[in-house]
């Protein structure tokens, strides 16, 4: 009986429950990661879409699948890191050589060499958090599906 003001749920079959969870070890793990690959589709669809230019990729994370989170990075490729000044913008600021005497690079007119450039700074234009936002639902009803589907493969068959 429960004491006033307080609620008591029982579950029923819950040992049998919490047996099947325990023999599942690392199936939960796999499940997590699996729905978290599955729910990253139409995330990484419309940020590639949204992009300023190519290579846009989804990997898995390196923090570990566990039994309560799953990570996915989505985002450009190492090669590609100035995509964060599109998402986030950036403000007017020097640019000036961190080894060198001089900047050299091509300009319209052939090779330029200077001691330092004024970029003028660039207003944010987001698709990477446009993507999420757009796509949280879908992802999650993906996600939810994919995680339920690889549980019930590992428990209904026993």
Known sequence: MARKGKV?????GDKELHEKLHRLGVGVQRA???AAR????????EATAGAHGPHILALQS???ST???AVVDI???KEHWYYAFFEYGAIAHTIKPKKAKALAFEGRKGLVV??????????KKPFLKKSLLHNKDLAQQIAGKVF????NKETISD
Request: cysteine-free; proline content about 8%; hydrophobic content about 40%.
């Open 62 to 64: 390196k923090r570990e």
């Open 38 to 45: 599955a729910a990253e589709v139409p995330i990484l669809a």
């Open 75 to 77: 985002g450009p490729d």
């Open 67 to 69: 039994e309560d989170l």
């Open 8 to 12: 008591r749920v029982e579950l029923i």
């Open 114 to 123: 200077i001691q330092s450039v004024q970029h003028p700074g660039m207003k």
């Open 32 to 34: 997590n990661s699996k």
């Open 148 to 151: 339920l589907d690889e549980i």
